[in-house]
């Protein structure tokens, strides 16, 4: 077991509950997104469909929504709880929000009639999230992680100053404490996998929310999205990408060169490998595909 100063316990890994490992496959109506031509997942049955995927910052989080985005069945929300802290406001299909709560309830709603899937990163703490418990056993919440030694590398990059809670290692997994302490549905996915085997783990996160596997959503037409433009700096590398696929990048300062770098990973590392411990473990190709494919 791990305790965060603040409180929260990380319970041990255990078997998932058939609730927890799959949702029904969501149905299709005739609405769409964004101008494509795919139909919009419909929810129905008592199901929700709020998909959220959390992470600490440079976690790979950018490209998952890309994938996700690419789909065009679903509402894609990139960062909306951070442009609520961070910036006052937020756009959900048809409103302007500016408190968390609001956007809590907004979301609870438009998750009653269609699949809504959001990122967001925890460089900030989500105190209000943590109150909610109605949001956090709602859907399914999704924790993306990454080593912190290559998380603050990435961002010391971007932002010298930075801050030991800026990491986010340690709010990622208090919210990942809240969530299974609501009652909630956790899933935890390895950015290394994502990387290294996206059509794997891609599939494995479709498996497990109900959705149908779309392997042409691992491609795309480089450029930018109207939802990052604001924070266009910290997604250049999605930005200029077709496809998921690791990156390696050399940092003048790491954890290894820069003491109040290893300090800040000595902190974080502790939460990490108790989230890792959570991960969803891929199958081997001998265990045969167990997913829905949708072409």
């Given at each position: 077991m791990v305790w965060a100063e603040r409180g929260c316990r990380i319970p041990s890994p255990g078997k998932l509950s058939s609730r927890q490992r799959r949702y029904r496959p969501l149905a299709r109506d005739s609405r769409h997104v964004g101008g494509s031509?795919?139909?919009?997942?419909?929810?129905?049955?008592?199901?929700?469909?709020?998909?959220?995927?959390?992470?600490?910052?440079?976690?790979?989080?950018?490209?998952?929504?890309?994938?996700?985005?690419?789909?065009?069945?679903?509402?894609?929300?990139?960062?909306?709880?951070?442009q609520v802290v961070d910036r006052g406001e937020t756009e959900l299909p048809g409103h302007s929000v500016t408190s968390i709560d609001e956007l809590i309830d907004r979301l609870l709603d438009l998750a009653e009639r269609t699949v809504v899937f959001l990122k967001d990163t925890t460089d900030k703490r989500q105190q209000r999230v943590l109150e909610r418990p109605d949001f956090l056993r709602s859907g399914r919440q999704t924790f993306l992680i990454r080593d912190p030694r290559e998380v603050i590398a990435s961002y010391c990059a971007l932002r010298p100053d930075m801050q030991r809670y800026e990491v986010g290692v340690e709010n990622l997994a208090e919210i990942f404490a809240a969530t299974t302490a609501a009652g909630g549905s956790a899933l935890v996915l390895d950015s290394d996998d994502f990387v290294d085997r996206p059509a794997e783990t891609t599939a494995a996160y479709c498996a497990a929310v109900g959705l149908?596997?779309?392997?042409?959503?691992?491609?795309?037409?480089?450029?930018?999205?109207?939802?990052?433009?604001?924070?266009?700096?910290?997604?250049?590398?999605?930005?200029?990408?077709?496809?998921v696929e690791r990156r390696t990048s050399e940092y003048e300062r790491t954890v290894d060169t820069d003491p109040a770098l290893r300090a800040m990973y000595n902190h974080h590392a502790p939460f990490y490998e108790e989230l890792r411990r959570h991960r969803v473990r891929l199958q081997t190709a001998a265990d045969g595909p167990r997913h829905a494919v949708d072409p």
């Open positions: 031509d795919e139909a919009v997942l419909s929810v129905g049955n008592g199901q929700t469909g709020l998909l959220a995927l959390w992470s600490a910052p440079r976690s790979r989080s950018t490209a998952f929504f890309r994938v996700m985005a690419e789909r065009g069945d679903v509402v894609s929300l990139h960062e909306p709880f951070a149908p596997f779309r392997p042409k959503a691992l491609s795309w037409e480089a450029g930018d999205r109207v939802e990052w433009r604001s924070s266009a700096a910290w997604h250049a590398g999605v930005r200029d990408s077709t496809t």
